[in-house]
Every structure is written in structure tokens, then in C-alpha cells.
């Protein structure tokens, strides 16, 4: 098994690691900074660089259990054994980092001041739409929304990433909102994101230490994907 280095530390853009397999749809390595696509968190890119060689990293996903670094087409791959530096694409990552710790705060206030829960979401690099469970949506709303994601922000509240033992995690009534006992009987423990007083979560992606560092989100535009569903979507100012 890769070791998922991202997990515990998603500030390290790169790190030595040895190829393990390599196979049509890609590379696996011994451990890895590279996160696989999920959870509604694209794949990482970026470079592998050995003696001799380099490799562009178009995707990263997660096949049978294994990490995946997906070179880009007509690539040669490194040599199984090979000594590889991995290195990430530290600014789409990290713009995808404060895209993903905006969506947590967003489904936390929306939880707690409006009562919905989540459905569902998706994001890109500094774009992201989240859906509640929402009679309806006025764009006062998500002007209202925007604002209290803002103040919520900027209060820097830090992000705690925790690995709890499943028990602990089926008995915590914020993780219950989140449906933690649809988590596969498998996992355990658990990785929890805390945005402390904001959002508490299972969740295996990747996010900031602290809320001030996602900056200014917009809400650029609320829209009913049907009943009980309706879509919000943000944006990071500076992109
Ligand atoms: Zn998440």
C-alpha cells in the first residue's frame, strides 16, 4: 500500500519515493504527495523525475486500492524500482485546498443557521457548487450566505485533520449529520476535518490550516435542481 503522505501533512509538494508497479493506466509509488481524485476533490498534478527521465502526472486517482499517478499520453514511465522525485503542482493544489475548506464552511453555516443538509458538490481549481436540501433559493439568500461565509472566514478558525477509531465517530452527533455510518465497515479509524465551531466532517481530502488563508468567496449563483435540491455555487476572488 502507497503510503498517503497527503493525509497527514497537505503542505508537502514533493517527496522521494521508489516506483513499485507500473501499469497501462499509470504508476504506483512506495508513498506519495499526490491526491487521488475523490470526494469531489480532483486528482493532483504534476512532475515525476528520476535519473535519466521525467514524466508529466495528468491525474492522479485511486484504482483497487492503489494510488495512481496517470502520466500524460505517449509518457514513458519510469523504470519499476526506479528513485522518483514526485512533485505536485503546488499552486492548483493549494488553490484547491481553499476551495475545498470554503465548501466545509459553507455546508456548516448553511447546516446551522438554515437547518439543510448536503447532497451533493463538486470543484474545480477555485470554482465549486454545493446542493441542499432546500425548499427553495432567492439570490438574497445567497448574497445573505455570502456574507456570513465571509465573516466566518476571516474569524480564521484553524482546521484540525484527526484520524478517529470508528466507535468514537459513530457515537459524535456532528459526524451522525454527515452520515459517517455510510463509511464502509472497513475504515477505521476515521479521518475527521474539524474547522473548529464551524464544520466537522469524515473527509479524505485535502484542505488549509486555517480559514483566513481561502480568502474572499463569492456566491456567484444560486439555481433549484428540483424539489428539495437547489444549487449554490462560489468562487475564490482571485481567480
Ligand atoms: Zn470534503
Not at 464502509?184 to 479524505?204: F, H, N, S, T, Y
Not at 428540483?226 to 482571485?238: C, F, W
Amino acid at each position: 500500500m502507497t503510503d498517503e503522505i497527503f493525509s497527514r501533512d497537505a503542505y508537502q509538494a514533493s517527496t522521494d519515493a521508489t516506483v513499485t508497479e507500473v501499469r497501462d493506466d499509470g504508476v504506483v509509488l512506495d508513498r506519495t504527495v499526490f491526491y487521488a481524485r475523490g470526494g469531489g476533490q480532483p486528482g493532483d498534478t504534476g512532475t515525476l523525475r528520476w535519473e535519466g527521465g521525467e514524466a508529466r502526472v495528468a491525474d492522479t486517482v485511486k484504482a483497487s486500492g492503489e494510488v495512481l499517478h496517470v502520466l500524460e499520453e505517449g509518457t514513458t514511465p519510469p523504470p519499476v524500482g526506479a528513485s522518483v522525485t514526485a512533485e505536485i503542482d503546488w499552486e492548483r493544489r493549494h488553490t484547491l485546498m481553499r476551495t475545498h475548506t470554503a465548501l466545509h464552511a459553507l455546508s456548516g453555516i448553511v447546516f446551522t443557521d438554515y437547518g439543510a443538509r448536503v447532497t451533493g458538490g463538486n470543484m474545480e481549481p477555485g470554482a465549486a457548487r454545493m446542493d441542499f436540501e432546500l425548499d427553495g433559493i432567492t439570490q438574497e439568500f445567497g448574497r445573505e450566505v455570502e456574507q456570513k461565509l465571509n465573516a466566518a472566514l476571516q474569524n480564521d478558525h484553524p482546521v484540525h485533520v484527526s484520524f478517529v477509531p470508528r466507535a468514537q465517530a459513530l457515537a459524535d452527533p456532528d459526524l451522525i449529520r454527515t452520515k459517517v455510518n455510510l463509511i464502509p465497515e472497513a475504515v477505521d479509524p476515521i479521518r475527521v476535518i474539524d474547522i473548529e465551531g464551524l464544520d466537522k466532517q469524515a473527509d479524505g481530502g485535502t484542505h488549509v490550516r486555517s480559514t483566513a488563508e481561502v480568502g474572499h468567496v463569492r456566491v456567484v449563483k444560486t439555481e433549484s435542481k428540483g424539489k428539495a435540491n437547489k444549487r449554490m455555487r462560489i468562487e475564490l476572488d482571485d481567480t
